[in-house]
Structure formats: C-alpha cells, structure tokens
C-alpha cells in the first residue's frame, strides 16, 4: 500500500509534470502533434450521509463545478458513509491521508472538542444559518476554525463552509408535544451542543448518524427524533415511525456543510486547482439553496398529503424553554478560554448584522397570508 510521503509526492510530481507539459504544448502547438491528454487527478471524498440522502445531490452539486472548472484536471470519487469509514469518522481519516476530502459537518466530530460545534450548531443569539456562514467568513470564524483544528487538534485539515441550511425541525414525535413537561424523559436523537441543550431540558439524548435513526426507533432505542430537513427525512423513512412532526426550533438554528480536505493533499495542489475546490464551495453553496428550496418544501407537502403526518410549529413555551437552555450552557462553556472567544466573536457578530437584518426585513408571514390566506399556523 502506498504511503502517505509516497501519495504527496507522486501527486506533486503529477502537478508539475502537468504545468511542464502544458508549457511544451503551448509552445509548440504549431508544430507538433497535439499532446495526449493528461489523466485526472482524483480527488477521493467520502460524505457522512447515507447513498439515498439528498446531500448527497448536493455534494454532487459540488463535485459538478470543480470538474467542469478544472476542465477535466480534477475527478471527485464522492463515496457514500461507510464506505471507507463510518460517518462520525470522516474527519479522521481526512486528518490521516485515508482520504483526500470530506462532505460532512462539524458537530460530528463534536467528540474532539464541544468547540467543533460553534462552527455549525452553536449558541442561538438571533442570527440565521445565512448571518453566521456570514460570520465564518467576514467576522473572524475562519481563523478561529484553524486554530481549533490545527493549533489546538493538532488536525492535518483544511477546511471551507458552504449552504447555509434552514433552521432544523425540533423533529419526529409519536404523539403532540406542546409543553416541557411533554418531553421529559424522551430519549430522543440530535447531535452536538443540541444534545447538552435538550439533556438539560429533561431528554435523554443519543447521538446517531441519519442511517441509524430509523432502526432506532423501530428498536426502541429512541422515542423521537429530529435529523435536518423534510427531504433527508423522508428519504429514510421518518413518516413509518412518528407522525407528528415539528418545524421552528432553537436546538440548530443555523449550520452548513463542511468541505474538508487533507492539508499535505492540499499543499501539494497548483493554486488554480486549490481555487477551483475553494471557490466551488461558494458556487455549490448557491445551488444547493436553490435545490433545498424546492425538495425541502415539496417533501413538506408530500409528508403531509401522502403520508398522513401532521406538521406543527413548535410551541412557544418550548421555544423559550430551549433559550433558557442556551443561557445557562453558555455560561458553563464560557469558563473555557476558547470556547469563550468564540462566542464573544459570534455575539459581537449577530448583535451588529442580525440588527441590520432583523430590522430591515419586511413581515413575509403578513404578505404570504394577504396572498395565501389560511395557511399558515403561526
């Protein structure tokens, strides 16, 4: 099996016999025959979703614009979890060279450092998944998710944001739920800082991958549920084992996708192919809004026209329970040095362009019930 110094410099070797080549060919394009083309670099990226899932037509998405961009130089081999490792392990095998990317996100190598979760699932002040992928990139967080990982981790990782997701669902119930006292004692399923946020609130919570929700459930494992969004949801078969199911939730406002990738595989690309993978990021980030716009909200009706299940808002006492919640973890992480930084710089973040935000948007709801009237359930 080939090593790891062995992989780095036969790739580099490949790069630059590339350039080299490209030059001759430049320079004797009128005299001689054309050269060969030149086999792609494959790039091997492993997600943490299952093959069905919808992310995983994001990240082919993704793969789509860095393979046209490239023009061929770069081939993305996108594997489903658990093909190479389970989905919980993709930053570890990113971090040793087993592969060369992952398509996941943060909260799920939350067991390093609770930190890993600010960069997805973090502390709600007010600002949505748009206002804080904002924040990755324009008030600080790139930085500070370097330090974590390789500062502090010791990670051999590169690592890019993309697709601010919608608030997630508080998730899949047997029965209603509209106090805290209904949910006392659930043993129920999220991931990250959600799950110390929803075990103070009276839960019992177990951390899973989308794959294992469902048998779960039908084990009794868990007794409810939430995983991200109406189409992942669907795919895996929610609606056979819940049929209450509950929109608008604090547990994780705001979150995106994590494109990380081996930090000597990176080092070793030419600056076009390290743009090509760092830009699409941006240009996926656009089509995976546009595709969860349509999936999401005709999953939503599907679930409810064809499925039976009946969709909900969660209550407003649970919502301020959930804050309450916040609160007090905030405090209890604050006493570590970094984990305080981060959230100083978040808070600091959302107070300013969360106000701009909040006070500059029009009430949708009022416009959409003047055209749509009774709908909504607000």
């Known amino acids: 099996m080939q090593n790891q110094n062995e992989k780095s ?19 004797g394009a009128l005299s001689a025959p054309a050269v060969m083309a030149q086999a792609p670099l494959v790039v091997k990226m492993q997600s943490s979703w299952p093959a069905s899932d919808i992310w995983m037509d994001f990240a082919r998405q993704y793969i789509t614009r860095v393979e046209e961009m490239s023009n061929g130089r770069l081939k993305v081999d996108l594997l ?171 547990h994780q406002a705001s979150e995106s996708f994590e494109f990380c990738f081996n930090k000597d595989f990176w080092e070793d690309l030419e600056p076009d192919l390290q743009a090509i993978l760092k830009y699409s990021v941006e240009a996926a980030s656009t089509a995976n809004t546009a595709l969860a716009m349509k999936e999401y909200s005709t999953d939503l009706q599907k679930l409810q026209t064809e499925s039976g299940v009946t969709v909900h808002r969660t209550s407003k006492e649970i919502l301020a329970a959930q804050l309450g919640a916040w609160d007090g973890l905030i405090e209890e992480l604050g006493a570590d040095p970094f984990m305080k930084k981060i959230m100083d710089s978040q808070r600091a973040w959302v107070e300013q362009v969360a106000y701009y935000e909040l006070m500059n948007a029009p009430d949708l709801g009022l416009a959409y019930e003047h055209y749509f009237p009774g709908k909504l359930k607000l």
């Open 9 to 27: 410099v036969s790739r580099r070797s490949f790069l630059k016999k590339g350039t080299m080549l490209g030059g001759v060919a430049a320079a």
């Open 80 to 250: 489903p979890a658990g093909a190479v490792v389970g989905a919980f392990q993709v930053m570890d095998a990113v971090n040793d060279g087993v592969i060369d990317a992952s398509h996941s996100v943060s909260v799920y190598w939350y067991g390093k450092s609770k930190a890993a979760s600010f960069f997805g699932t973090g502390p709600v002040f007010g600002g949505s998944a748009t206002t804080m992928l904002g924040w990755f990139y324009e008030g600080g967080g790139q930085e500070l998710y370097r330090e974590l990982t390789q500062d502090i981790l010791g990670l051999n990782v590169v690592g890019f944001y993309g697709f601010p997701m919608p608030a997630q669902p508080f998730g899949w119930f047997k029965g209603e739920v509209n106090t805290v006292a209904d949910i006392q004692g659930f043993k129920y399923r999220t991931v990250g800082l959600a799950a110390d946020l929803l075990q103070s609130m009276g839960m019992s919570v177990a951390q899973l991958p989308g794959g294992e929700i469902v048998p779960a459930m039908e084990r009794g494992v868990i007794d409810a549920f939430e995983f991200n969004n109406p189409s992942s949801d669907s795919r895996f078969g929610a609606q056979d084992v819940a049929k209450n199911y509950y929109l608008s939730s604090y």
